[in-house]
């Protein structure tokens, strides 16, 4: 997120992010060459590069095509424009039955732009044979086989090829809307999330998600049944708030001040190297439990990243604050409500105890583990990295959606101005002041411009609305994945412990003091009692480290089976639902505003 993105290779293996490796110059996901389409000077002439098409062409040479290729290309050309979208590319390969992510990387490989060509989607269906077969799928190895004029013929379903959403027509006039519209849904305009921290969180028993019957292991099911959280908890999250109020600080020890706002007193106001301080005492105190990674730290930063900070610390905060553990820590409650922690910070100690030192797993809560913790945790062990990695994918490409309808934005308003220009230049006509034929047309003129600008209105608070919250989400996802991956991590250094060498200790004391007994030479009982110590000693330590042991798999088996699958699954729901009513909400505002112009515009004049 905060790094410059790497340059794509032409020719190579997949690199991390996975979206920069094609035949072609462009990655899928950069913005036009020209970055300013409004400059006063011509546009350039585009450098002499090899385009897509003929670089296409030169991979399939002059090789014999399958006839399967030309009836694939035929089924989504319907226009017959000799090129089709990327989503139509995507549709024909599904039908290989291929798993998605081949799918996805023969995409990559093959697209640059919204529009592929026909040669791009033969060679398409090559890597779509490679693959089906068990090769590698490469542009040298489809290039080596159309030299030998040897294309391989994939696999196709194609009658079972589903047509775009977008072939299917609108129901609405394109001129005029004679019949009264259905208003939008009236949707709650509370945020579900906006809910009081003591409103009821933990209620009673009945609140909680009856388990499902299922085979025992342990005595408790073996199965995820049950949530293990408040009925309808995603409904009670709790919300908090950071804003940045600017740098503070003398010339050598400048630093930007943010104001975090909750629902748990009045707004405080911390620096970077203080929420660096509280995440580094959570990590010590609670080493076991899922904790949001921080935004890292620039020296002189710019404004860009400040921001980009800001929401990583609140999503941090967000994280915490729904923790069902972490959520009661007392510093973390003390760095939301108290004035000024640099001070509360030199007048108190801060314990760094792991959890595991204050608490103890009783007998019915250690039987409800799991006995095959360790297979549930190794699934998710194999699939964290991948996840994180798609995730990554999706926030890169949510993103450069929501940019691109801003920039959208900027433009029907830069296109309003020209258009009311338009009306003014026009305000006087060569017949003279009283011509119905201009002034209809003018007037014409100007509703366009109202309109575009409220198409840009719209457009502007939708995008507004897509950065705050649903990017937000999406980020808070690949976040989750990430804190869990560096649970692994943690589990995996911090669980080494001694007892094995204490047991052999114990083991060797225990005999050396049936000697001294056993021998009773003088001063016998001193020495007895002194291995007696060290016996008991490491008898309490065994038992410390074994009760160590239980907490952590209780611990992993809580974040597991509470924290994480519930998270990822519910609040995914969630933010889908939402997603979906909000572009509704957006889209029916947007066929308003257009219908509307539609029965504006018919008055306008043509003689």
């Not at 995603?234 to 804003?243: D, F, G, I, N």
Request: proline share 6%.
């Amino acid at each position: 997120m905060f790094n410059a993105p790497r340059l794509a290779q032409r020719y190579g293996t997949s690199p991390i992010n996975g979206l920069g490796t094609s035949f072609v110059d462009e990655n899928p996901l950069t913005v036009s060459i020209y970055d300013d389409p409004w400059s006063s000077v011509p546009s350039p002439s585009p450098p002499p590069v090899n385009t897509a098409a003929s670089a296409f062409s030169s991979v399939m040479a002059d090789a014999a095509v399958p006839e399967v290729y030309h009836m694939a290309f035929a089924a989504v050309d319907t226009t017959n424009s000799g090129e089709v979208s990327v989503n139509a590319l995507s549709r024909v390969l599904a039908t290989s039955l291929l798993p998605a992510a081949t799918i996805d990387r023969i995409v990559n490989l093959v697209s640059s732009k919204p529009r592929v060509s026909k040669h791009e989607l033969f060679v398409a269906l090559a890597l779509v044979a490679l693959a089906q077969s068990g090769k590698d799928i490469s542009i040298e190895q489809v290039a080596a086989l159309g030299t030998e004029n040897n294309l391989p013929i994939p696999t196709l379903n194609l009658e079972t090829l589903q047509p775009s959403s977008s072939a299917f027509g609108t129901p609405y006039s394109p001129y005029r809307q004679n019949t009264i519209r259905p208003s939008a849904p009236n949707y709650p305009a509370e945020d579900p999330w906006n809910i009081p921290r003591y409103g009821g969180i933990m209620g009673n028993p009945s609140d909680f998600n009856p388990p499902r019957s299922a085979p025992t292991v342990n005595g408790t099911s073996s199965t995820l049944s049950g949530t293990g959280l408040p009925k309808e908890w995603w409904k009670k999250q709790e919300t908090t708030s950071v804003t940045i109020l600017g740098q503070q600080g003398h010339l050598l020890n400048r630093h930007t001040v943010y104001e975090i706002t909750t629902d748990r007193g009045p707004p405080v106001h911390r620096r970077y190297s203080e929420f660096a301080f509280l995440w580094d005492c959570l990590v010590r105190r609670y080493p076991f439990r899922l904790l949001a990674v921080l935004p890292p730290k620039r020296i002189q930063p710019d404004a860009a990243f400040l921001e980009q900070r800001r929401k990583g610390l609140a999503r941090f905060l967000s994280s915490v604050i729904n923790h069902p553990v972490i959520k009661e820590d007392g510093l973390f409650a003390t760095f939301l409500t108290e004035p000024s922690f640099e001070i509360w910070r030199k007048n108190n100690t801060v314990a760094l105890d792991e959890e595991s030192s204050s608490k103890r797993v009783d007998r019915i809560e250690e039987m409800s583990i799991p006995s095959d913790l360790e297979e549930k945790l190794a699934v998710v062990r194999g699939k964290i990295n991948p996840l994180i990695e798609q995730w990554q994918k999706i926030c890169v490409l949510a993103e450069r959606i929501i940019k691109r309808r801003e920039s959208a934005a900027a433009d029907l308003a830069r296109l309003t101005n020209v258009l009311r220009v338009v009306v003014e230049v026009n305000e006087r006509c060569w017949r003279g002041d009283d011509c119905e034929f201009c002034d209809g047309v003018r007037r014409g003129v100007g509703r366009i411009a109202e309109h575009t600008q409220q198409q840009s209105d719209l457009l502007e608070h939708r995008t507004h609305a897509l950065l705050r919250s649903t990017l937000e989400s999406l980020k808070s996802q690949r976040d989750l994945y990430i804190s869990m991956r560096d649970l692994f991590i943690r589990h995996d250094r911090l669980t080494t412990d001694n007892v094995e060498r204490l047991k052999k200790r114990v083991e060797s004391n225990s005999m050396k003091l049936e000697g001294i007994k056993a021998a009773q030479k003088d001063g016998w009982q001193e020495d007895a009692d002194r291995v007696v110590i060290l016996i008991e000693k490491d008898q309490a330590t065994i038992a410390s480290l074994m009760n160590r042991r239980v907490f952590i798999r209780a611990c992993m088996w809580h974040e597991l089976r509470v924290v994480l699958h519930n998270r990822e699954n519910a609040l995914l729901s969630k933010l889908a639902q939402t997603l979906a009513r909000e572009e509704q909400a957006f889209a029916d505002s947007i066929l308003a505003n257009w219908v509307s112009l539609g029965n504006l515009v018919d008055e306008m004049p043509f003689e």
